[in-house]
T-cell receptor, first 111, second 114 residues
Framework: EADIYQTPRYLVIGTGKKITLECSQTMGHDKMYWYQQDPGMELHLIHYSYGVNSTEKGDLSSESTVSRIRTEHFPLTLESARPSHTSQYLC??????????FGSGTRLTVV | KQEVTQIPAALSVPEGENLVLNCSFTDSAIYNLQWFRQDPGKGLTSLLLIQSSQREQTSGRLNASLDKSSGRSTLYIAASQPGDSATYLCAPSPYNTNAGKSTFGDGTTLTVKP
């Protein structure tokens, strides 16, 4: 079964550390997305990509960066983590229009 | 810009009841609409995907309908169970595949009491 994988599932890290959240999909989808979601709150799109070497910022401003060197891989990086970055980060992919598949998410806590 | 509204924001029902969740959207030029389920602290699980040419889709106890012209979709859950307790989100996708991305509603949080 095709799937999308996020690692780590949980991460607790100190302020100022650099972190990379991993997202990989096995479906060959061109489109990939990163969402940020606080507990009980709505999804906010922070980054998206329509293919290799294509990345765009989403609706919510974020200090994170992304890269898309391979179709299946869409990592998100925070150069210097802060407590305000504490949140859940969800990765998704889609083939054409809609039809999203989501990963299980990474719950990040910055202390 | 597409705006998605889900009503009610929260719903509590006794086990066994049939229920309807509502989703309305302002831009009817959609390619498809997807319904998701989200459990607390987890990712989103796709339930149903309705293409713009379809009127409804069914999966088990779930039935989703789409009325594109009126900008509405409903998710019908038959014979609800405590395991159905979760937040349900709808997400229409626009026709413009290059610029368009799905817009997510804020969700309806469903609690099914045993």
């Amino acid at each position: 079964e095709a799937d999308i994988y996020q690692t780590p599932r949980y991460l607790v890290i100190g302020t100022g550390k650099k972190i990379t959240l991993e997202c990989s999909q096995t479906m060959g989808h061109d489109k990939m997305y990163w969402y940020q979601q606080d507990p009980g709150m709505e999804l906010h799109l922070i980054h998206y990509s329509y293919g290799v070497n294509s990345t765009e910022k989403g609706d919510l401003s974020s200090e994170s960066t992304v890269s898309r060197i391979r179709t299946e891989h869409f990592p998100l990086t925070l150069e210097s983590a802060r407590p305000s970055h504490t949140s859940q980060y969800l990765c998704a992919s889609s083939e054409t229009v809609g039809g999203y598949t989501f990963g299980s998410g990474t719950r990040l806590t910055v202390v | 810009k597409q705006e998605v509204t889900q009503i009610p924001a929260a719903l509590s029902v006794p086990e066994g009841e049939n229920l309807v969740l509502n989703c309305s959207f302002t831009d009817s030029a959609i390619y498809n609409l997807q319904w998701f389920r989200q459990d607390p602290g987890k990712g989103l699980t796709s339930l149903l995907l309705i293409q713009s040419s379809q009127r409804e889709q069914t999966s088990g106890r779930l039935n989703a309908s789409l009325d594109k012209s009126s900008g509405r979709s409903t998710l019908y859950i038959a014979a609800s169970q405590p395991g159905d307790s979760a937040t349900y989100l709808c997400a229409p996708s626009p026709y413009n595949t290059n610029a368009g991305k799905s817009t997510f509603g804020d969700g309806t949080t469903l609690t099914v009491k045993p």
